[in-house]
């Protein structure tokens, strides 16, 4: 099973480029989520999706962008990139129903980018 | 901003011994999840609890939902080096809501 794929595992970038970091889920789960990780931080939520067509802004959305087109895909594009958002950025998913309680997160192995 | 303060951010034990990391808010979660993550890897999940007062048992993991909704703890008794890994909580505000993580707490079981 491969659950959430997530790639690359690791990319340095140099200030001002752009990239998109893939996620893929084969669950159909509903739920998609993007966190970065930082050291003493814990996960801080990006953006999440509830469904495809459908994204939201998390705690930190300044820098980045997503888009759902499907229900397996939710890729993460950073248009310039800044030394800020160096870190370790994990793709989530989840299958919650409509009023039930938020269900178990499969998160991919991360993505660990650097900016120079 | 909804806040999840995780205590202690770091704990350095002994095998054998017994340890406790808290997980609080000002606000009251819908449910609260326990996550566990090893180097180089995603978290994992422990356990959901989604009633106050409610206990739940993992073999030497035991989790408390505070009665009001707003803290949970995590207990581990006699702590072996397997247990070593960063452990987080996330906490739900409301129903089928997004999770927010607590800082997390970094444990080091030294045999």
């Known amino acids: 099973n491969a659950g959430v794929t997530q790639t690359p595992k690791f990319r340095i970038l140099k200030i001002g480029q752009s990239m998109t970091l893939q996620c893929t889920q084969d669950m159909n789960h509903n739920y998609m989520y993007w966190y970065r990780q930082d050291p003493g931080m814990g996960l801080k939520l990006i953006y999440y999706?509830?469904?495809?067509?459908?994204?939201d802004k998390g705690e930190v959305p300044n820098g980045y962008n997503v888009s759902r087109s499907t229900t397996e895909d939710f890729p993460l594009r950073l248009e310039l990139a800044a030394p800020s958002q160096t870190s370790v950025y994990f793709c989530?998913?989840?299958?919650?129903?409509?009023?039930?309680?938020?269900?178990?997160?499969?998160f991919g192995e991360g993505s660990r980018l650097t900016v120079l | 901003t909804q806040l999840l303060e995780q205590s202690p951010q770091f704990l350095s034990i002994q095998e054998g011994e017994n340890l406790t990391v808290y997980c609080n808010s000002s606000?009251?979660?819908?449910?609260l999840q326990w996550y566990r993550q090893e180097p180089g890897e995603g978290p994992v999940l422990l356990v959901t609890v989604v009633t106050g007062g409610e206990v739940k048992k993992l073999k030497r993991l035991t989790f408390q939902f505070g009665d009001a909704r707003k803290d949970s703890s995590l207990h581990i008794t006699a702590a072996q080096p397997g247990d070593t890994g960063l452990y987080l909580c996330a906490g739900a505000y409301n129903q089928g809501g997004k999770l927010i993580f607590g800082q997390g707490t970094e444990l080091s079981v030294k045999p």
């Open positions: 999706s509830v469904g495809a067509g459908i994204t």
């Open positions: 989530a998913s989840s299958y919650s129903k409509g009023g039930g309680n938020t269900g178990e997160l499969f």
């Open positions: 606000s009251v979660f819908s449910s």
